[in-house]
């Protein structure tokens, strides 16, 4: 009975602690940024919402009630949402009618469970979509590997109010044209002026560059959009600290000699050494712990050091 008591004191003071924690959310923490296709559904549209508030705060069952157009008519109505929306989040709302020819600007009647367990109502306004991204908009910054997940980092132009929907790699291809690594689809979105790691499955562990990335996304004019984005240079990957790691390299940089430090878990891997061109310049296959390179004869300048399993594991080696 004790322990019961306890309980009962613990969950009171946590849902005191969260509600006193909790602002109020008003209609003016709520801002339409656009609206576009619902690619499960053709006949609905999303209406995605930001919530400008505290991230602590939450509203519950949050949903569109109606859509209202220009002259005033209802054009579409919402279903009552089972989820909630956190503070400082953007979330997409479905709607019953395909708005892509809707004039504004448009009204929608939102409705949420505030956090004073009221359920309020707010009129929003969106009175023009921002202008359509061009593939010029997007730009690949880096490649993301750590112990479990591969990323390929890009960054998105337009304006803090701009906002696509389903955005995801869906594929990439190396230097020769073939599929290295597929993608996934992504049920969220991503906002101007901001860079998103976008996951990808690599296929294969040799990469030539440049590669390309094909990108697609729902576009601010409801149409879904392909750009074949490119990454030039190797430089741009980027690896993680790994839990344990298998390879170090000293000194580096170096003018004459390297030294490369393995265990044994990679024992028997190959290894290859490429310039900033992508050139495989030297190759071997680790067969100890301690593997010496003499590197005098090569040009000043920046080098990569990989395993075959090359997606997960890139060494810079810097020559004097």
Request: proline share 5%; charged share 10%; aromatic share 10%.
């Amino acid at each position: 009975m004790k322990n019961i008591t306890k309980w009962l004191l613990f969950l009171t003071i946590l849902f005191a602690t969260t509600f006193t924690k909790a602002q109020i959310v008003n209609c003016s923490d709520f801002t339409i940024l656009n609206f576009g296709p619902n690619e499960f559904n053709s006949g609905e549209s999303l209406i995605h919402i930001r919530l400008g508030a505290d991230s602590l705060t939450f509203v519950s069952y949050p949903y569109v009630l109606a859509v209202i157009d220009c002259n005033g008519d209802t054009i579409a109505t919402g279903n009552l949402n089972f989820f909630g929306q956190a503070g400082q989040s953007i979330q997409s709302y479905p709607v019953t009618n395909n708005l892509s020819n809707a004039c504004l600007p448009i009204s929608v009647v939102f409705v949420y469970g505030n956090t004073n367990l009221e359920t309020d109502t707010c009129l929003l306004s969106l009175n023009s979509l921002p202008p359509a991204l061009s593939c010029g908009d997007f730009l690949p910054i880096d490649i993301l590997v750590d112990q479990s997940n591969t990323l390929i980092n890009i960054s998105m132009q337009g304006t803090g109010n701009t906002y696509i929907s389903n955005p995801r790699v869906s594929f990439v291809t190396d230097c020769s044209g073939d599929t290295i690594a597929t993608g996934f689809f992504n049920s969220a979105g991503q906002i101007g002026l901001s860079t998103q790691g976008y996951p990808i499955t690599p296929l294969f562990n040799m990469v030539c560059y440049p590669v390309t990335v094909e990108f697609v996304f729902g576009n601010t004019n409801f149409e879904t959009d392909t750009c074949s984005l490119i990454l030039n240079s190797p430089t741009a990957i980027v690896e993680t600290l790994q839990k344990e790691e298998s390879i170090s390299i000293y000194p580096n940089p170096s003018s004459d000699e390297i030294i490369i430090l393995t265990k044994p878990n990679i024992f028997g891997k190959n290894y290859l050494i490429y310039d900033s061109l992508g050139s495989v310049i030297m190759r071997g296959i680790i067969v100890s712990e301690n593997i010496r390179l003499q590197i005098r004869h090569l040009p000043v300048g920046l080098y990569f050091f990989k395993t075959e399993d090359s997606f997960a594991e890139i060494i810079k080696i810097i020559k004097h």
